[in-house]
């Protein structure tokens, strides 16, 4: 799990963003340079960013995570407290037919939404609307674009915030412009935190998959197939455990952490756990 520092032009942090390096190459280079989201990679990131956050520690600070439309469909952002997301999206959203109906709808709910790499094109142009954040590239835009999308957005009451600040050029550029925050190694280093993955067993996960997805599931079934798997078990009650649930006590049994988080989100744990290890 990678965490990006977000500072705003006072120098401080406002905000992280989750990235993930796994095995698997999480966030895989596209053409010019695009960071292209998978399924994959997305779920990746926010199951190992759910199973690990169990000490609390980012408890209360802003994280900006990026969801697929896949993921945004699934509810999967329901996991988090509005308060601590931002639900960050890229062109593949943008140019979905069905996606944006989400991100309107989780808008209307009261979470932040934020744009990557925005763009003076028109489906950006229309998502304005139910858009709190839009990310700026300053790699790959000129000064001329920059200023121009930049005023539009603070008439809008939208914030900006410049990415890939690299170095001390594009930092004097960012301020030069006035944006409201920024990220890139010239601003803050990157933070690591490492996290390991164990499988499980194929058979058994797929007999959990269509126990959680029956009309009248079974608690007792479901906790009897979890039970025989050492890996599932583990990631069930370190999911339980995380501070998203908060259990007033420490859960210590499958019973405990299926009744602690209930079938919707048992159903989402299961669903990150497929996503994830898809590739």
Known sequence: IVRQPIKDK????????????????????????AVGTTDFAAADTIYNFLTMNTDKVLRGSLNFMTFTTTLLMKKTPKLFDRN???????????IHPLAMHFIQQYAKEGY?????????????LAALDSIDYIKLNFRTLTENALKNIIAIAHSMGKKCVAINIDDEKRYNLAVKLDVDAMEGTYVAEKLTIKTHNSGYLQSNFFRLMVAVTQDDADIEQIEQIISVDATLTYGLLKMANSCYFAPHHKVTTIRQAVMTMGLTELRQWVYLLSASNAE
Do not use: C, H, T, W
């Open 10 to 33: 006072e120098n401080k942090i406002i905000a992280y963003e989750i990235q993930y390096y796994g095995e698997n190459q999480a966030f895989s280079q596209g053409e010019k340079g």
């Open 84 to 94: 601590d997301l931002v639900i960050q999206i890229d062109d593949s959203v943008l």
């Open 112 to 124: 932040k939404i934020a744009v990557n790499e925005f763009q003076f094109a028109p489906r950006y």
